[in-house]
């Protein structure tokens, strides 16, 4: 057979990658619960509160929360901050979150993770009352996802299915592979891509031959918290990549002792393979804070019965 009657696929051209804006997808987000706020209060008289549990000084937990506090109160919103010294101990963390499940003008609680060492941080997240329980970490709400009832579903999974919806449509059929396994990343995200009808395989540290996995994916979420551990031909071409990873790492191109924050996935690779990827940052991170706060309306009106 001549060359120009050959059946193999011609050489295929690069695909034109396009990046997922999730900064301004969040801010979108935040305009509609801010107008969402404003009618509760003036038809119900209802102010959802935010209570944030910050121990110790880990300074990216310190930016979050600064970002949290700020705009729960641009969507009108009460921001309540907790700010205790790394020495606290799991009995008075206990004792505050027992405070604040009984303060009515809180509706949910989020204690920041991780927590110092010597903290039980599951003793921590099962005092939270499940329906203050806005980070969806509690066993009841982790439970509820996983039935198919009606729960506080974690931000991060949350914020990664709305970027999805919004860009793909319908993700029924799709093959999705989630790289970690996390309580709260990795699992919840498998068990709402599920409940979409996705096709999903979970990867993690043990997983044999994960750059195959991964190519079989026309959803890839990357969760693993190691810096651009995802090369461009784990990817298979046109996929959707949603890159979870929030990783700090040097960069002396900006100065002696400078960093910078970088993704699970290595994004330069991504461009030409990938049909949509989430940048980092400006992807899913704005999107967690968006869900969180959407999260917060949500268990107010619950706990009000509106
Ligand atoms: N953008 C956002 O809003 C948020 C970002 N993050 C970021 O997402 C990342 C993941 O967070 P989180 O889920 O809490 O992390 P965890 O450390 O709790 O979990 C990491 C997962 O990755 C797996 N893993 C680790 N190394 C490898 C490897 N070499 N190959 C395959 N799998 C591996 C682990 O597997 P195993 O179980 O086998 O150990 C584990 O399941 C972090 O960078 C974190 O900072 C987290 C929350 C919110
Ligand atoms: N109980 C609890 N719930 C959490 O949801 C939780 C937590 N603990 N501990 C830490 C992780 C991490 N996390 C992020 C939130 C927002 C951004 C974010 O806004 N990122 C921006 C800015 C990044 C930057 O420059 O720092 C972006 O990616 O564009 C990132 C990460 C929530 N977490
Ligand atoms: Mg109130």
Redesign the pocket.
């Known amino acids: 057979m001549g060359a120009s009657h050959s059946l193999s696929p011609a050489p295929s051209a690069a695909v034109e990658t396009r990046p997922i804006d999730?900064?301004a997808f969040a801010a979108g987000l935040r305009d509609e619960i801010k107008a969402e706020v404003a009618s509760l209060k003036a038809s119900h008289g209802l102010t959802p509160g935010l209570a944030v549990v910050l121990v110790g000084e880990d300074p990216?937990?310190q930016?979050?929360v600064r970002?949290k506090g700020q705009q729960t109160i641009e969507a009108g919103m009460a921001s309540f901050e907790h700010r205790l010294p790394a020495t606290t101990t799991e009995a008075e963390l206990i004792a505050l979150v027992d405070r604040l499940n009984a303060d009515p003008a809180v509706d949910g609680i989020?204690?920041?993770?991780?927590l110092p060492k010597g903290v039980d941080e599951r003793a921590v997240l099962a005092a939270i009352a499940p329906a203050k329980d806005v980070?969806g970490?509690h066993v009841v709400n982790a439970g509820r996802l996983a039935v198919g009832l009606d729960a506080l579903v974690p931000?991060?999974p949350l914020g990664c299915l709305m970027l999805l919806k919004h860009h793909l449509g319908s993700l029924s059929g799709l093959e999705a592979v989630v790289v970690g396994r996390s309580n709260?990343v990795g699992k919840p995200m498998a068990q709402l891509l599920l409940k979409e009808d996705c096709t999903v395989t979970i990867a993690h540290s043990r997983t044999r031959d994960i750059a195959a996995v991964c190519r079989r994916a026309d959803i890839l979420v990357a969760a693993v918290g190691r810096p651009q551990m995802v090369r461009g031909d784990w990817i298979k071409p046109g996929a959707t990549v949603i890159d979870v990873g929030?990783n700090r790492v040097p960069a002396p191109d900006l100065g002696e002792g400078r960093t910078r924050?970088v993704g699970d996935v290595a994004y330069a690779e991504a461009l030409g393979i990938a049909g949509l990827i989430t940048p980092?940052?400006?992807?899913?991170?704005?999107m967690?804070?968006a869900c969180?706060l959407r999260n917060t309306v949500t268990a107010a009106r619950r706990r009000a019965g509106i």
């Open positions: 999730g900064k990216a937990s930016v979050y970002n989020l204690v920041q993770l991780p980070d970490f931000c991060t709260i929030i924050i980092v940052p400006g992807g899913v991170g704005p967690t804070i969180l």
